[in-house]
């Protein structure tokens, strides 16, 4: 299977440990997106890159979490100092740009922060 | 800012009763309309996009309409496996302002379908 991946699939963790989470994208797509869903609503954006440059941020982002794609492939998201609400799912996303693109999803990063 | 809407919350149908979701959106300019199905647990899975008013697609049981207000996700005769919560996004167009390629997603629908 060549869809998007993620790891790990769940992650337990105390309030204030730090958290990284990788995902990798379909490959030859050159969007990636992370998202993040809680209990009964719909994903979020957080933000997105095109290869390497992270081009937005959504204002969700707060300063502890920080994104990186170094080569324009794989991506990690860190969580620094969790809180209990950033217990949520997180999820990522890629697609190839052009005018009319999809997003395909991965099976997301369950976090729990106690 | 974009927003959408779904209805209803929670849809519990007898295993060949037909029905449909709706999915509201307010949005500068939409360049596309997508319905995604979750598994609990699981990320969502592509169905359908949708670019222009008047635009249909099908798949099995499932088919997706668009008008420029709202559109539809008809579920002809369902069947067990269908139960899951289904999300509908939109994405904007150019000079929307921010993003032009993040979805914004509604709240989605829990179907439930009944053997």
């Known amino acids: 299977d060549t869809g998007v991946s993620q790891d790990p699939r769940h992650k337990i963790t105390k309030r204030g440990q730090n958290v990284t989470f990788r995902c990798d994208p379909i490959?030859?797509?050159?969007?990636l997106y992370w998202y993040r869903q809680t209990l009964g609503q719909g994903p979020e954006f957080l933000t997105y890159?095109?290869?390497?440059?992270?081009?937005?941020k959504s204002r969700l982002l707060s300063n502890r979490f920080s994104a990186e794609r170094p080569k324009g492939s794989f991506s990690t998201l860190e969580i620094q100092r969790t809180e209990q609400g950033d217990s949520a799912m997180y999820l990522c996303?890629?697609?190839?740009?052009?005018?009319?693109?999809?997003?395909?999803f991965g099976p997301g990063t369950r976090l729990l922060v106690l | 800012e974009d927003q959408v809407t779904q209805s209803p919350e929670a849809l519990r149908l007898q295993e060949g009763e037909s029905s449909s979701l709706n999915c509201s959106y307010t949005?500068?300019?939409?360049?596309?309309l997508f319905w995604y199905r979750q598994d609990p647990g699981k990320g969502p899975e592509f169905l359908f996009t949708?670019?222009?008013?008047?635009e249909e697609k099908e798949k099995e049981r499932l088919k997706a309409t668009l008008t420029k207000k709202e559109s539809f996700l008809h579920i002809t005769a369902p069947k067990p496996e269908d139960s899951a919560t289904y999300l509908c996004?939109?994405?904007?167009?150019w000079g929307s302002g921010g993003s032009n390629y993040k979805l914004t997603f509604g709240k989605g629908t829990l179907l439930t379908v009944n053997p």
């Open positions: 996303a890629s697609s190839i740009h052009r005018d009319q693109e999809t997003q395909y």
């Open positions: 490959s030859e797509h050159n969007r």
């Open positions: 890159f095109q290869n390497e440059a992270q081009l937005e």
């Open positions: 949005v500068s300019g939409l360049r596309g």
């Open positions: 949708l670019y222009s008013a008047g």
């Open positions: 996004a939109v994405q904007a167009g």
